[in-house]
């Protein structure tokens, strides 16, 4: 027994309903937010990390990074509204953050200061409370409810310069707040008029730029209005405060309403600042000398179009810009938008586009499904899985090379999805029919459909041969060669969840609605094994390889084990509700899925009371998972439209390798149609290049003679300048010789000059010589008198000093005499003070003593009382204490039962609207034969009519026969007589 590992290797998915959900870690690598984990992405490397986040939260709602690339601060929502902040290095948890006070259950938008100590955190509805935290000592600082009204307030923001200052806009409001003496107050008074404010971003330290919801981009300056911008306005053209006051109430009107041109991103780099839109477009504004701005460029998400969809390029044209985020380097431009998709290009890349034309992203590494996936199947001879969604679109991975294969968008939604084992072919479910397509190399084509309604669930058999599919309660089984209906498993009374083939396709397990769990044996289409169990709507099955176990899930929080029609086991998932479950083609791995987004490895074989592992996973309710072929990965998709690839191995870390790997096929199907295509293509390409070889080779010759003779021109030019330097070097050196000539003379001369003037200076120094020592000789004995009569006066001043000392020493002594007596007279004093002080204190100590004593004996009584008091207090304190317990009971038991009762609600919701999409279903079906009558009958009509003409020219026909035999009786008659005559005279 033991429990297995799994361990996250790849993420294909964005959650893009989170506030600032991408953020540059550095120059190669991202960090954004993945089902319930934060993803960190390297760009050249394609490799990504993980960072798992909170276990009873409801989902991330808020995303920051720290300037200093640090730290990263997650908000998820919850019963609590909490903080986490970890460390980019280690990928740990570093401290996490909530506030007891706070009345929302989320955060909307979070931001570090510039020096990344502090964090700015804005709650959400109701009261809209803004928390500024020293993150490091878990200390709130400050507090602010920022919008008192039915507003929301959109972002929050620190001043780049400023730890102080901090700035928050929202519906009707934009607030600059600074934090002084524990307090944030507003300052800085910024007067506008109202409208939805949804970005803004800081250009500088006393500059602020602000959007809105109507398109419009407005600069201030030190709370002052400085310039007002439209997203209407083209390419190109400035726009001033003066010009734009008659433009904005018109951009306005022009607008057609909340939403259009709604900006929703905006950022601000060195040379100006980008927004992003909805419709996918983002505008880069330059900066002019004038501290104005200019829209220069324009870049848009491109705009796909489907062959099977005509809505195919309106989904795609949906993408609403979210996020935007440059690179460090500011070479690279990232868009995340509300359709889970993230996109780049390079700024480089945007220069070269002339003018009128608009620069496309390109997505950063695939697209993601935007919508819950709805099904997901593997194949064996092929690292792909397929899945589809509600946004109408099935797309294959490659697990191997962790990227996307194909990619296709259908008119419909995609309810359900098979995969070949060969790879090959896909089934697809949709609500009209179920149809069978080739995975070609660059598309997926339609080759067979089969006529059934609402497909939610279909697969093929291990071996490929066959396939089974779901029409509501039946369970019909068709061959994949010949396409015929070879049995129908009917039983279910409730529409079918889950089919699992067996390991030799020999049977077939179900489970429905309904509370059924069915064994099938195929060949004869009957029930081996069964079980019902009213109180439970199972959502998930599968089959021990060996088909000797079934073991499922459902509503009912538990996990069954059944065998031979009879429960054997049931394991307690505590009280979580698990949607999927899955065991390993090897039967040593146990997992599944829980409507949390929590995946679980469970102990197997199972124990009661049950054991797992649980792993932070998706941001809804898990809806599919399959395990590869050789046990390596485990594969999990959920409500939130992300898939995740897991590898997965035992407690000790080994991997449940099959006995025999198989190589996967690059084997791929190409029409015949598209080869002939792409063959007559190269071919005219192969003649093209032929055509410019010749034309290049043409050119080439003629350049070369062109460059031959400009060679020869350029070759004399250059020797006639050479002999022109040649004779002018011959001239500047006769001048230079001329000139050293008359340099030495000079030489010679100074040389003569400059001794004659040294013997000069040299007789002029020795006579002031002379002159100096004899003044010497006079200053030294001068000296000597000076210094004998210093002696003198010292030996003077010495006796002087003498006699005055022996004066003061007597006059002391006479002092000390007198000071010697007074401190006696002044002992004697002290000792009669010290007895009176020994009395005075020995009969204080007496009184104290008594004092004490008393004191004593009356506060024991009274400790006695108040313990007799206490004793009782207890007594009663109890008696309430069992009381309150009681009422506890009460309260968690009524509170179990409204739980229940909403999720009984919640499920006959599902029902309500599952049973009114497929009326929608029939009375499009009713529709479309009606159509199909009325075109029978039209051409019925047109039939009979055509068929009465013909029975006219007939009738006319029959006539002209009549009368053309009338005419050729008699000349046969004739012709006969005439052989008749000829055959006698022959004879």
């Known amino acids: 027994m033991s429990i297995a590992i799994a361990q996250c290797k790849h993420i294909f998915g964005v959650k893009g309903d989170v506030s600032s959900n991408v953020a540059f870690l550095d120059e190669t690598s991202i960090v954004y937010p993945a089902g319930a984990n934060i993803v960190l992405y390297n760009i050249d490397q394609k490799m990504q990390r993980f960072i798992s986040c909170s276990e009873k939260s409801d989902g991330i709602t808020a995303m920051a990074l720290s ?4 730290y990263c601060a997650v908000a998820e929502k919850g019963a609590k509204a909490t903080i986490t902040i970890f460390d980019m290095h280690s990928l740990r948890k570093k401290k996490m953050l909530s506030h007891t006070e706070l009345q929302s259950v989320e955060f909307v938008s979070l931001a570090f200061s510039p020096d990344s100590k502090y964090l700015l955190a804005q709650g959400g509805r109701p009261d809209w409370q803004m928390i500024y935290w020293n993150w490091e000592k878990s200390k709130i600082m400050a507090k602010i409810v920022t919008n008192s009204g039915n507003g929301a307030i959109r972002q929050v923001s620190f001043n780049p310069h400023d730890n102080t200052l901090v700035i928050a806009v929202g519906d009707n409001a934009i607030k600059q707040l600074r934090y002084t003496e524990g307090i944030l107050k507003p300052t800085g008074f910024i007067k506008v008029e109202p409208a939805n404010y949804t970005a803004h971003c800081w250009a500088g330290e006393e500059r602020v730029i602000v959007a809105t919801d109507q398109g419009r981009i407005i600069v201030f300056d030190n709370g002052e209005m400085k310039a007002d911008y439209s997203v209407h306005q083209q390419e190109g053209v400035v726009a001033t405060v003066s010009e734009m006051a008659a433009a904005t109430s018109e951009d306005g009107s022009k607008s057609g309403g909340i939403g259009r041109g709604c900006i929703r991103s905006i950022l601000a780099h060195s040379k100006g600042f980008i927004v992003g839109i909805e419709g996918g477009m983002a505008y880069l504004y330059e900066k002019l000398e004038d501290g104005g701005y200019r829209r220069s460029k324009d870049v848009m998400i491109p705009v796909t ?8 390029g309106t989904r795609s044209a949906s993408h609403e810009i979210s996020h935007v985020v440059l690179s460090p380097a500011e070479d690279t431009l990232i868009v995340s938008t509300s359709t889970n998709q993230l996109f780049s290009i390079a700024l480089s890349a945007t220069e070269l586009i002339r003018a009128g034309e608009v620069a496309k992203f390109e997505p950063l590494n695939h697209t993601n499904h935007f919508g819950e996936i709805t099904g997901a199947d593997i194949c064996v001879r092929k690292p792909y899985i397929v ?3 509600s946004d109408r679109s099935v797309r294959i991975w490659n697990y191997e090379t962790n990227s996307l294969e194909l990619s296709k ?7 359900s999805v098979a995969l070949h084992p060969s790879g090959l072919y896909i089934l697809v479910g949709f609500s009209d029919k179920l149809r069978l397509m080739n995975i070609l190399i660059d598309d997926i084509r339609t080759f067979k459909e089969v006529t059934i309604r609402g497909c939610k669930e279909c697969s093929f058999s291990n071996g490929g041969s066959m ?3 779901v029409q509501n309660t039946v369970i019909q089984i068709y061959s994949s060669v010949t396409f015929e209906n070879l049995y129908n498993l009917k039983g279910h009374n409730g529409k079918v969840r889950q089919v699992v083939w067996s390991a030799d396709d020999s049977k077939i397990v179900s489970c429905g609605q309904e509370g059924a769990v069915y064994e099938w044996e195929v060949l004869t289409s009957k029930r081996v094994n069964e079980i019902i169990t009213k109180t439970c709507q199972f959502s998930g099955v599968t089959s021990s390889p060996e088909s000797k176990s079934v073991f499922a899930v459902g509503n009912d929080k538990m996990i069954k084990e059944i065998a031979d029609s009879q429960v054997i086991r049931e394991v307690d998932m505590g009280g979580s509700e698990q949607t999927q479950i899955v065991i390993s083609h090897g039967g040593r791995m146990l997992f599944t899925g829980n409507a949390n987004g929590m995946l679980r490895c469970i102990k197997f074989p199972l124990t009661t009371p049950g054991e797992w592992q649980e792993y932070q996973a998706h941001a809804g309710a898990i809806t599919r998972m399959r395990i590869s072929f050789d ?17 997965i191995t035992d407690k000790e870390g080994r991997s449940m390798k099959r006995e025999k790997d198989v190589a996967f096929s690059e084997e791929i199907l190409v029409t015949k149609s598209d080869l002939e295509e792409k063959n007559q293509l190269m071919s005219e390409l192969n003649t093209r290049v032929e055509e410019l070889k ?5 050119q080439m010759r003629i350049k070369e003679m062109s460059y031959n ?3 020869k021109e350029l070759t004399d030019r250059f020797m006639q300048e050479v002999e022109a330097q040649k004779t002018k070097a011959q001239v500047y050196k006769t001048e230079k010789e001329q000139i050293m000539a008359k340099n030495e003379e000079n030489q010679v001369e100074m040389m003569e000059k400059h001794a004659k003037e040294m013997q000069d200076i040299e007789n002029t120094n020795n006579q002031k010589l002379m002159l100096e020592y004899e003044k010497y000789q006079e200053l030294q004995a001068k000296s000597q008198k000076m210094q004998e009569e210093y002696e003198r006066q010292l030996v003077d001043i010495e006796e002087a000093n003498n006699s005055a000392l022996q004066e003061q020493t007597e006059h002391y002594e006479v002092k000390l005499q007198e000071k010697e007596a007074q401190l006696a007279q002044a002992q004697m004093h002290f000792k009669e003070a010290a007895r009176e002080y020994d009395e005075t204190k020995k009969q204080i100590e007496e009184d104290g003593d008594r004092e004490i004593l008393d004191n004593k004996n009356k506060y024991e009584k009274r400790l006695r009382d108040e313990q007799e008091k206490n004793l009782q207090l207890k007594n009663e304190s109890g008696i309430m204490r069992k009381k309150f317990i009681s009422q506890s009971k009460v309260i968690e038991e009524h509170k179990a039962e409204i739980t229940k009762l909403n999720a009984e609600i919640q499920k006959l919701n599902g029902v309500i609207k599952s049973l009114d999409k497929d009326i929608a279903g029939l009375k499009k079906e009713i529709n479309e034969r009606d159509t199909t009558i009325q075109d029978k009958e039209k051409r019925i009509y047109d039939l009979k009519k055509k068929n009465q003409e013909l029975e006219k020219f007939k009738f006319v026909l029959d006539y002209k026969i009549k009368e053309l035999k009338k005419l050729i009786e008699p000349r046969e008659t004739e012709i006969k007589e005439k052989n008749e005559q000829i055959q006698q005279m022959e004879s």
């Open 409 to 415: 968008e259908f008119a419909e939604e995609a309810h």
């Open 67 to 70: 300037p200093n690339g640090k």
């Open 387 to 389: 899945t589809c969604s």
């Open 709 to 711: 003779d400009k060679i």
């Open 305 to 312: 179009s489907d062959a099977e969809s005509n809505e195919g």
């Open 694 to 698: 010749m034309e290049n080779e043409y």
């Open 631 to 647: 046990d390596q990965f485990l594969f999990t998709a959920g409500k939130d439209g992300t898939l995740m690839l897991w590898k």
């Open 467 to 469: 396939f089974a599919a």
